[in-house]
């Protein structure tokens, strides 16, 4: 079965600070893979999501992530975290035809200014 | 533009009863995809409608269930509620046409309680 691993439960960083959120899945064939931040009180949204071409793909708010197929990885990062960032953010797999989303048990990053 | 939308916001039951959560999708969508989210952990899916027929199923029990109306709205429905039952429920609205690479939106969620 398909399964996605977020490497880090709890990051905590200050304004500035670099991040990298790891992501690994286990599926051997053809995958779409997005990154989804929910901010306390929010619901959840996309971040940014890869399904083909440039395996480093750039989303909202200052965020990248890329796609290295050799490592079945898929990390997530920003050169420089904002006290706004603070949120979870969950890494996401989907496979063959379906729009069927297994997900990460997250990461919560906390950012202090 | 209304995004997904689901009521209720809270939910406490007791154990054996049932009960039914209601999501409507983003306008311009047909798909419904619902989700459970325990504390802690995340979203796993349970089912996802189309054309009003569940056409995929994660792994849960019969106990869950579902329907999809003329209007792309959907219901949740789970019954013999359990304790282990009480989590976030999420609904999530695509468009089928779009496949597997579209983006799902996703709605606030029913916060249930099961004592």
């Known amino acids: 079965a398909q399964s996605v691993s977020q490497h880090n439960h709890h990051v905590i960083l200050s304004e500035a600070a670099s991040l990298e959120l790891g992501c690994n899945y286990s599926?051997?064939?053809?995958?779409?893979l997005f990154w989804y931040v929910q901010y306390p009180g929010q619901h959840l949204q996309l971040l940014l999501k890869?399904?083909?071409?440039?395996?480093l793909v750039k989303g909202i708010k200052g965020f990248e992530a890329e796609f290295i197929k050799s490592k079945f990885s898929f990390n997530l990062r920003k050169p420089s975290v904002q006290w706004s960032d603070t949120a979870e953010y969950f890494c996401?797999?989907?496979?063959?035809?379906?729009?069927?989303?297994?997900f990460g048990a997250g990461t919560r990053l906390a950012v202090h200014p | 533009d209304a995004g997904v939308t689901q009521s209720p916001t809270h939910l406490i039951k007791t154990r054996g009863q049932q009960v039914t959560l209601r999501c409507s999708p983003k306008?311009?969508?047909?798909?419904v995809s619902w989700y459970q989210q325990a504390l802690g952990q995340g979203p796993q899916f349970i089912f996802q409608?189309?054309?009003?027929?569940?056409?995929q199923r994660g792994n849960f029990p019969d106990r869950f269930s579902g329907h999809q109306f003329p209007n792309y709205s959907s219901e949740l429905n789970v019954n013999a509620l359990l304790l282990g039952d009480s989590a976030l429920y999420l609904c999530?609205?695509?468009?089928?046409?779009?496949?597997?690479?579209?983006?799902?939106?996703f709605g606030p969620g029913t916060r249930l309680t099961v004592l």
């Open positions: 999530a609205s695509s468009l089928r046409l779009a496949g597997a690479t579209d983006t799902q939106y």
């Open positions: 599926y051997g064939g053809t995958v779409n």
């Open positions: 890869y399904f083909s071409g440039d395996p």
């Open positions: 996401a797999v989907n496979t063959g035809g379906y729009n069927k989303l297994i």
């Open positions: 306008s311009g969508h047909d798909t």
């Open positions: 409608y189309y054309e009003e027929e569940e056409r």
